[in-house]
């Protein structure tokens, strides 16, 4: 059964940085897409970046230039670096993770897989 597992947030000061990871665990198909989401108090999950596994990166223009997205393949591990907080960036962040799935007779190229979220808080 497929798992993924974050960790890294926390509460920081405006201007501060953290790093989110998030590990897949129990996949035995190649992991495709994997991105970070966010959700603040009474707001939509958006999509703040994701990276393909060729290493192909995109952003939110909201973090464009503050927050970084990585990967390590051989580790199934999947980073958010946050630099230059704001406390507008306040919210739960989930990892998400596409990787193929057979289910009886379907097969799903690109199925959705989600951590349990992390939250951060940029407060002074």
């Known amino acids: 059964q497929v798992q993924l597992v974050e960790s890294g947030g926390g509460l920081v000061q405006p201007g501060g940085s953290l790093r989110l990871s998030c590990v897949v665990r129990?996949?035995?198909?190649?992991?495709?897409?994997m991105a970070w989401y966010r959700q603040g108090a009474g707001k939509q999950r958006e999509l703040v970046a994701n990276i393909t596994s060729d290493y192909k990166s995109a952003y939110a223009d909201y973090v464009t230039g503050r927050f970084t997205i990585s990967r390590d393949n051989r580790k199934n591990t999947v980073y958010l670096q946050l630099d230059s907080l704001k406390p507008e960036d306040t919210a739960v962040y989930y990892c998400?993770?596409?990787?193929?799935?057979?289910?009886?007779?379907?097969?799903?190229?690109?199925?959705?897989?989600w951590g349990q979220g992390t939250q951060v808080t940029v407060s002074s």
């Open positions: 998400n993770a596409q990787i193929p799935l057979y289910s009886g007779t379907y097969y799903y190229p690109e199925y959705d897989y």
């Open positions: 129990g996949s035995t198909f190649e992991i495709k897409t």
